[in-house]
């Protein structure tokens, strides 16, 4: 079986486990708890840090090999 199917499985799993656990809970709690996770999955791909990194517009170069000093 191949990861992504694994992954596939492992999620419909934890949404049925997701509904049943949400069936105890009044309609109005429900839709707020299904908001609270959907908003959880649309943010899942974001970096949570502050500031995104930022390319240098220069190249870093290399700093060259230099042979060693002749002894005098």
Sequence with gaps: MSLRARQKKAAEE?????YA???KFP???Q???VKDIQEIGANAG???SG??????STRVSRP???R???PR
Excluded at 14 to 18: H, K, S
Excluded at 51 to 56: A, F, I
């Design 31 to 33: 839709d707020r708890r």
């Design 21 to 23: 656990s949400l069936q």
């Design 27 to 29: 309609e109005e709690e």
């Design 14 to 18: 934890i949404a049925e486990i997701m």
């Design 46 to 48: 974001r970096k949570q």
């Design 68 to 70: 060693a000093a002749a």
């Design 64 to 66: 060259s090999r230099r």
């Design 51 to 56: 500031k995104s990194p930022k390319r240098s």
